[in-house]
């Protein structure tokens, strides 16, 4: 679904909106390309391949293919499950003086947003899932903000169905509700995902399938994970919307 976008992009200490809006006849890779082409000093990542990049059209076709799925669960699911090893994780930069090119797979979620990220490593967790939202069908609104914070703020997004002063396990909460953590030491950020339920036999522990979740060797990669609820990363919310549940 391709609206009109506006991309943030960090000027040395000044920001410049810029705005993309699309004509109807616009596909998303000329979108992506007049965002790719814009004279900003940063772009949508730390390097992007070139829009003639064969690499685009077969990550677009990887989300054309997850979102066949219809439900946010289910799309969410599909990366998990279905999607080609090379698009999984963020694409290793082991050397920051010597950034590498961002997954462009990655890079797509966040033409879903209002935020510009700066290298597939920005943290993507809450691109993906409002992708996941918004190219379901029906579509959800979701927050258009890669920042995970964003389904809480003023209000929240959807209805809570469950908060951290709330017992342990959410016997509200149903598998595709929205999962939102906060950073006890950054309250700013933290994470967000889809919930799959409470850990079986470890009490206090969710289960969660999202984007920007670590694995074992430490990439960030899409996953069904356990997560303490009550660790520096806290669980705050989780939330609901009419249809989000039907997985």
Known sequence: MWTRRSFIAQSGLALAAIASARADDETWSSVLAKTINTRNP???????????????????????????????????KYFVTSLPAKFQTAWPEPNPAHPTVANPLIVLFFLSTNTQPVGDKTPWCSAFVNWCLQNASPKFAGTNDSGSQSFVRNGGWGTEVWNKADVWPPTEARRGDVAVFTDKSDPAHGHVA????????????????????FNQAGLHTFSLKSLGIHNNLELVSIRTEKGLRDV
Do not use: C, M
């Open 42 to 76: 940063i772009t949508l990542g730390r390097i992007l391949l070139p829009p003639s990049s064969p690499l685009w059209q077969e990550a677009h076709q990887q989300l054309d293919q997850a979102s066949k799925a219809r439900n946010p669960y289910s799309i969410a």
């Open 194 to 213: 889809f919930f799959d339920g409470a850990t079986p036999h470890q009490p206090n522990h969710v289960d969660v399938l999202g984007g920007n979740q």
